[in-house]
């Protein structure tokens, strides 16, 4: 079945860099359009990158531009997003999603369809 | 920047009525570029609504989205227990390239 599976989450102190992954299988991911989404705890959900289904495309959030990278591996299924210099406002449940379409459809328009139950990540001294 | 505002922050209803969620949009939503999610306590979002209008699949034609330009609007004909969630909507094409809403969670009265 679709799935996506986020790990790498934990406990890092402010300044520290922590990378996350996010496995997907039952899908030809090298097809689609991936983001990362986050969620504070208590809190509504933020946007937080996106990478076209080729890598070619980069895209962030303010809050984190300049300090998070979102990469891919298509010949391993798997989304990454490497975050530097954590500050304790990027404590959050980070999500990995799919794109709704794949292919030549405008990466990011048409919704996030598959969703990954999420990696809490904590920035803590 | 775009800002999505959702309104009303929550909407007490009991099962069978009807529930009316608002998304207003500091700027026009290119395109309808807009979207709704149902997120449950512990779990991830759900797409129910794209394309402001166009349901996703497997949900339920109780839900239904419309609007265009900076206002939009989800509607749950008649609501059943399950659908006592937060909604949450999004747009895509301005920068920031993607923004959610910041919700509106339905509660049973």
């Known amino acids: 079945q679709v799935q996506l599976v986020e790990s790498g989450g934990g406990v890092v102190q402010p300044g520290r860099s922590l990378r996350l992954s996010c496995a997907a299988s039952?899908?030809?991911?090298?097809?689609?359009?991936m983001h990362w989404v986050r969620q504070a705890p208590g809190k509504g959900l933020e946007w937080v990158a996106l990478?076209?289904?080729?890598?070619?495309?980069?895209y962030y959030a303010d809050s984190v531009k300049g300090r998070f990278t979102i990469s891919r591996g298509n010949s391993k299924n798997t989304l990454y997003l490497q975050m530097n210099s954590l500050r304790a406002e990027d404590t959050a449940m980070y999500y990995c999603?799919?794109?709704?379409?794949?292919?030549?459809?405008?990466?990011?328009?048409?919704?996030?369809?598959?969703w990954g139950q999420g990696t809490t990540v904590t920035v803590s001294s | 920047e775009i800002v999505l505002t959702q309104s009303p922050g929550t909407l007490s209803l009991s099962p069978g009525e009807r529930a009316t969620l608002s998304c207003r949009a500091s700027?026009?939503?290119?395109?309808?570029?807009l979207a709704w999610y149902q997120q449950k306590p512990g779990q991830a979002p759900r797409l129910l609504i794209y394309?402001?209008?166009s349901r996703a699949t497997g949900i339920p034609d109780r839900f239904s989205g419309s609007g265009s330009g900076t206002d939009f609007t989800l509607t749950i004909s008649r609501l059943e227990p399950e659908d006592f969630a937060v909604y949450y909507c999004q747009q895509y094409g301005s920068s920031p390239l993607l923004t959610f809403g910041g919700g509106t969670k339905v509660e049973i009265k």
């Open positions: 039952g899908f030809a991911f090298s097809t689609y359009g």
């Open positions: 990478i076209w289904y080729d890598g070619s495309n980069k």
């Open positions: 999603a799919r794109d709704q379409f794949g292919g030549i459809a405008v990466s990011g328009a048409y919704g996030m369809d598959v």
């Open positions: 394309g402001a209008s």
């Open positions: 700027q026009s939503v290119r395109s309808s570029y």
